[in-house]
């Protein structure tokens, strides 16, 4: 988990975050070894099927492994794993940010909920961003706090 706050108005960097998705790695690496257990006691050999199978969950589990939250002088970027589903919104579109708590229900990754879009890897922590006439949306993350005061930071001094 890496975390860098800055509240010096002349960085570029205001607040970076790296939220680990315990769940999504538990629930792909279960997956697999479902997967793997199952092909064993059919045959007692992997299938070209198993094999993609597997292939297909830890790719999935690898580019869902974790929720980076940015928030620069001019932008709030947020991206899962190594730099998949990349989101970016400038600074002057976001009206408010507020934090909340998710129902279990809506759960985790990229999803429409009743409350807009939500992106999260892990928990029910997130932060609230109205976006004006683009809508609403959730962004998870285990430092609400932290990343509403960055967003607020930045804005005003935007």
Do not use: C, K
Request: hydrophobic share 40%; charged share 20%.
């Amino acid at each position: 988990m890496r975390t860098q706050t800055t509240q010096s108005n002349d960085s570029s960097e205001h607040y970076r975050h790296t939220q680990p998705g315990y769940v999504t790695v538990i629930a792909g690496l279960a997956g697999m070894l479902v997967t793997y257990s199952s092909a064993m006691t059919e045959e007692d050999a992997l299938t070209a099927l198993s094999l993609a199978v597997m292939g297909r969950v830890g790719a999935i589990t690898a580019l869902f492994a974790s929720l980076t939250t940015e928030v620069s002088d001019q932008e709030f970027r947020f991206y899962f794993g190594p730099g998949f589903w990349t989101r970016t919104f400038p600074l002057d579109t976001i009206q408010s940010v507020e934090v909340v708590r998710n129902p279990i229900w809506y759960g985790w990754g990229i999803r429409y909920t009743p409350a807009g879009w939500l992106y999260n890897v892990s928990g029910r922590s997130a932060v609230e961003i109205d976006l004006g006439s683009e809508g609403v949306i959730r962004v998870g993350t285990d430092e609400p706090e932290q990343l509403t005061r960055g967003l607020r930071q930045a804005m005003e001094s935007a």
